[in-house]
């Protein structure tokens, strides 16, 4: 078994992650759409910020039939920016079309297999994997990119199609895990292909 779940695995089950509205959250509370992509992202690192305009204009092409849902796992006590009062002032300047959840216990990370910020996973409706990876292979310049990896799984997903690529690697900072230094992994985590 893989540190990561991988395309064909059901999506781990979760529940009562604090939404920026101050909602509780989980697993069966998120899926109205047809798709449903769920991403490990956070408030500084500079991958997330360099690539939430292209997350977002992904998120709103194909907002009818794909539901995108944020998940902060870092730890507040290794980056402050990232704590849930962070998050919630986040979201305020910018709006984004997702719900954005803190992961606090750093589970559902662990569970999924969450490599970096930002990291992928798009489901279908029966909640089975279909690609887990990058939106881009450049996040912090987007302009500068060369794939759409993110789109282009989605819109092979939209049109019936088997995901051509299906596993990328993750292009981001690491998580920050709680009392582990800044840019430690687990020995398991390694590079996806």
Known sequence: MTYTILPGEKAPNFEGLKGTDGN???LNDIGLNQFRVIFFTCNHCP???????????VAEKFQKEVEFVAINSNSKNTYEEDSYENMVL????????????HD???????????????HFFLFDASWKLLYTGRNTD???????RSTNDLHDALQEAMDGKEI???VTNPIGCNIKWDGKPAHWMPAEAC???
């Not at 606090?104 to 930002?118: D, F, M």
């Not at 450049?138 to 500068?144: A, L, M």
Request: proline share 7%; glycine share 6%.
């Open 90 to 101: 986040r979201m305020e300047e910018f709006n984004f079309p997702w719900l954005y959840l």
């Open 104 to 118: 606090e216990s750093q589970k559902v990370a662990q569970e999924y297999g969450a490599l970096k910020t930002p």
């Open 47 to 57: 991958y997330v910020t360099g690539s939430d305009e292209l997350t977002r204009k």
């Open 191 to 193: 590079d996806l292909v």
């Open 138 to 144: 450049n996040p912090r310049e987007t302009t500068r």
């Open 164 to 166: 051509s690529v299906p």
């Open 24 to 26: 509780l959250y989980g």
